[in-house]
């Protein structure tokens, strides 16, 4: 399962049309909204956007850490911002991978792949 986490319900949709062919997508609007949901469901990826009102994407990603069943859950990062110091920071709270928006699907899908099945997908080099 997947957690999708975007304030833009555009986003959300966009991502579960992609994904949804392939996993089970849950998609929430905001950072609270998927902490309270995450209390009771343990996904296998957790997709969010950094820029949302009330929780950002960085506090979201700094108290999934905390968590004891999620503490190893991959996390992807979303954002408009390309700037290397803004992946270097999702990298240093603990998120897997970034990907900046606009995405390319297939780039999606791979690393949705890679971040769900990261030894067989090393294995099929």
Known sequence: ???????????????????????????????????????????????????????SGYELLK??????????TPVVMLSANKESKERIKCYQLGAQDYLTKPFNPEELLEITKKNLFPIHYANAW
């Not at 975007?6 to 959300?12: G, H, Y």
């Open 1 to 55: 399962m997947i957690l999708v986490v975007d304030d833009e319900q555009t986003t959300c949709l966009l991502l579960e049309n992609f994904l949804s062919k392939d996993y089970n997508v849950v998609t929430k609007s905001s950072g609270i909204e998927a902490l309270a949901w995450l209390n009771n469901h343990l996904p296998d990826l957790i997709i969010t956007d950094i820029q949302m009102p009330g929780m």
């Open 63 to 72: 108290e999934v850490r905390l968590i004891g069943f999620h503490m190893h």
